[in-house]
Structures are given as structure tokens and as C-alpha cells.
């Protein structure tokens, strides 16, 4: 069974500090995803990983920072958290073989809450 | 922009109605397109999805059924049940980039 699993669960930040999302997946999956998840917007993607190492821009990557050090860790960092940044983060991980190659498979989120 | 559309925002059917949820988009480099399905306090899921070589994709009862030339397609619930209500994602993704990208949803409500 596919596994992607965040850290935390709940948490709740002041505007300005630091926050960094955690996501570990036990898939070795290449690829994996940050998506926010916010009413009448769906999900967003905000930085996503081809493996070890590498980051990319999503569409919407303003005040975020990725980093990938290894194939199971993916974080999201918020060097200076706004209160819009209030959001349910996603994380994912997908490029397996065969026909599940391009199957997302999610986390169960981090809710957010900027104060 | 979001460069997939859904409609409705929301959705309520009774129990054994067909439920029919619609999915837009605008690049055509978009190739594959999953639909997710998402219950509440968890990560969506990935229900059915279709490629853009073939129009229609079955699977139980869900139905996927693709229009290339309008960029369009929609997903049908057949014999919808309670245990349906959920949020429904539509994405899309290309060869060249696969970060999928996902529609606004859609948020089914069945009544028995």
C-alpha cells in the first residue's frame, strides 16, 4: 500500500515566523507535490520534486521554498508566514511503473493556521 | 487562471439518480486526465481516469466520457449512493510536465 505521510497534522503560527511542512513517502516514488487546498480554488500546486535534490516552481510559488534532500523527504518552507498562507497543505508523490505511473497518491494533510 | 474548470461547484442528486459532473480546460498539450475523489479530513484518491487517445472510460459506475475537439469531459455517477457524497477533482496533465493540475471541484451530496 502507498504510503505519504505529513507532519503535523494541526499547526498553528504567528504571522512572520518560520514554518516548515514535513512529508515522507515509503512509495520511492521520483515525484512529489506540494498542493494548498482552498475553497472555491481546489488544489493548487506550489513546488514540486522530479527526485533527490531537485525543485520546480508550481503555479503559485510566492513565498514558499522547497527542498528534497533524499527520494522519501519532501518539505515546504514558509520563511515569513502570512495570514493568507492559512490553507490545508497536500502533500503527494507519483511517477511509479506500469500503470500506476501517473497516479497521485496524497498524504492526509497539514492544516495550516497563520495567526 | 485556473487552467481547469469545473461545474457545478456543487451537486445534489438523490440516491439511485445519475449525477453528472463537468470538467473544462484550455492547454492542449493535456493528455491524461484523472479524476480524485476526496471525503472529508482526508486526501483526495484517485477514482477513474482517461486518456486523450479514447472517449470514453468506464468503470463500474463511474463513466468518464472525453470531447478533445471542445476540451471537454464529464464524469458520471450512475445509481448514485450516500456513500458517493464526496468532493470530486478533475486534472489534467501533459507528457512534458506531468505536475497534474486540478479543477476547483465539485462537491456531490447524494440524499437517500
Known amino acids: 500500500e502507498a504510503a505519504v505521510t505529513q507532519s503535523p497534522r494541526n499547526k498553528v503560527a504567528v504571522t512572520g515566523g518560520k514554518v516548515t511542512l514535513s512529508c515522507n513517502q515509503t512509495n520511492n516514488h521520483n515525484n512529489m507535490y506540494w498542493y494548498r487546498q482552498d475553497t472555491g480554488h481546489g488544489l493548487r500546486l506550489i513546488h514540486y520534486?522530479?527526485?533527490?535534490?531537485?525543485?520546480e516552481k508550481g503555479d503559485i510559488p510566492d513565498g514558499y521554498k522547497a527542498s528534497r534532500p533524499s527520494q522519501e523527504n519532501f518539505s515546504l518552507i514558509l520563511e515569513l508566514a502570512t495570514p493568507s498562507q492559512t490553507s490545508v497543505y497536500f502533500c503527494a508523490s507519483g511517477g511509479g511503473l506500469g500503470a500506476s505511473a501517473e497516479t497521485l497518491y496524497f498524504g492526509s494533510g497539514t492544516r495550516l493556521t497563520v495567526l | 487562471q485556473q487552467q481547469v474548470r469545473q461545474s457545478p461547484q456543487s451537486l445534489t442528486v438523490w440516491e439511485g439518480e445519475t449525477a453528472i459532473l463537468n470538467c473544462s480546460y484550455e492547454d492542449s498539450t493535456f493528455n491524461y486526465f484523472p479524476w480524485y475523489q476526496q471525503f472529508p479530513g482526508e486526501g483526495p484518491a484517485l477514482l477513474i481516469s482517461?486518456?486523450?487517445?479514447?472517449d470514453k472510460k468506464e468503470d463500474g459506475r463511474f463513466t468518464i466520457f472525453f470531447n478533445k475537439r471542445e476540451k471537454k469531459l464529464s464524469l458520471h455517477i450512475t445509481d448514485s449512493q450516500p456513500g458517493d457524497s464526496a468532493t470530486y477533482f478533475c486534472?489534467?496533465?501533459?507528457?512534458?510536465?506531468?505536475?497534474?493540475?486540478f479543477g476547483a471541484g465539485t462537491k456531490l451530496s447524494v440524499k437517500p
Open positions: 520534486s522530479y527526485g533527490a535534490g531537485s525543485t
Open positions: 486534472a489534467a496533465s501533459a507528457n512534458n510536465n506531468n505536475a497534474p493540475r
Open positions: 482517461i486518456r486523450s487517445v479514447s
